[in-house]
T-cell receptor, first 119, second 109 residues
Framework: DAGVTQSPTHLIKTRGQQVTLRCSPK?????VSWYQQALGQGPQFIFQ???????QRGNFPDRFSGHQFPNYSSELNVNALLLGDSALYLC??????????????????FGPGTRLTVL | GQQLNQSPQSMFIQEGEDVSMNCTSS?????WLWYKQDPGEGPVLLIA?????ELTSNGRLTAQFGITRKDSFLNISASIPSDVGIYFC?????????FGTGTSLTVIP
C-alpha cells in the first residue's frame, strides 16, 4: 500500500518563475491538502481539494493555485515566485467520513515534501 | 488563522527519561493529532485523538485530548536516541488542520 508520494524531491527556481508540484494521495484517500513549511516553523495550510474542487483555503495569495484530478492526485502551482516562497511544500491526504450526523475528516498522512528554493 | 501554542519549544533530556509536551488553543477542536518530523522529511502521524478526555497510547507514547477540547498533551516514556526530532501537535476544525509551533527533542545518550 503506497503512502503519499510527492514529486519532485527538490527544486531550484529563480524569482518570477512559475513552479508545479505534484502529489499522489494514499490509497483509499480522496482529499488532498497542501501545506507550506518554512524553516523552523510548523506547516501552514494553503488549501484543500476534494472532488476536484478547492474546498478550503488558508491565508495565501492567488499566486498559489491548485488542481485535483479524477484519480485524486493533485498539483500545486505557484506563479511569480518570490524569495519568501522558499520552503518545504507538504502534501497530506485524508478521507471524509460520516460519524452520525457529523462529517469529519480522518487523520491526515503526509508525503515526504518538495523542497523549493527560490534564488 | 487558529493559533496553537506548543510547549516547551525545545527539550534536552538524558536517554531513559520521560518527556512531556503540550499544546493549547483558544479554539475548540474536533480532533487532535500528534506528529513527529525528522529533518527534510514530512511529518509522520504518531497518535490521533477523537473525543474529549480520550487517552490513547502507541507503544511508549501516550496522548490525551483535553476535556475542554482546547488542549492536548503527549508523553514519551523511557526515551531512546531515535526519539530525536520535532514533535508537532495539530488540531482539526471543520475540514482544516492547524499546526503548533513544534517541540524540538534532543536525547543525550
Amino acid at each position: 500500500d503506497a503512502g503519499v508520494t510527492q514529486s519532485p524531491t527538490h527544486l531550484i527556481k529563480t524569482r518570477g518563475q512559475q513552479v508545479t508540484l505534484r502529489c499522489s494521495p494514499k490509497s483509499g484517500h480522496d482529499t488532498v491538502s497542501w501545506y507550506q513549511q518554512a524553516l523552523g516553523q510548523g506547516p501552514q495550510f494553503i488549501f484543500q481539494y476534494y472532488e476536484e474542487e478547492e474546498r478550503q483555503r488558508g491565508n495565501f495569495p492567488d499566486r498559489f493555485s491548485g488542481h485535483q484530478f479524477p484519480n485524486y492526485s493533485s498539483e500545486l502551482n505557484v506563479n511569480a515566485l518570490l524569495l519568501g516562497d522558499s520552503a518545504l511544500y507538504l502534501c497530506a491526504s485524508s478521507t471524509l467520513q460520516t460519524s452520525g450526523r457529523a462529517l469529519s475528516y480522518n487523520e491526515q498522512f503526509f508525503g515526504p515534501g518538495t523542497r523549493l528554493t527560490v534564488l | 488563522g487558529q493559533q496553537l501554542n506548543q510547549s516547551p519549544q525545545s527539550m534536552f533530556i538524558q536517554e531513559g527519561e520521560d518527556v512531556s509536551m503540550n499544546c493549547t488553543s483558544s479554539s475548540i477542536f474536533n480532533t487532535w493529532l500528534w506528529y513527529k518530523q525528522d529533518p527534510g522529511e514530512g511529518p509522520v502521524l504518531l497518535i490521533a485523538l477523537y473525543k474529549a478526555g480520550e487517552l490513547t497510547s502507541n507503544g511508549r507514547l501516550t496522548a490525551q485530548f483535553g476535556i475542554t477540547r482546547k488542549d492536548s498533551f503527549l508523553n514519551i516514556s523511557a526515551s531512546i536516541p531515535s526519539d530525536v526530532g520535532i514533535y508537532f501537535c495539530a488540531g482539526q476544525l471543520i475540514s482544516q488542520f492547524y499546526f503548533g509551533t513544534g517541540t524540538s527533542l534532543t536525547v543525550i545518550p
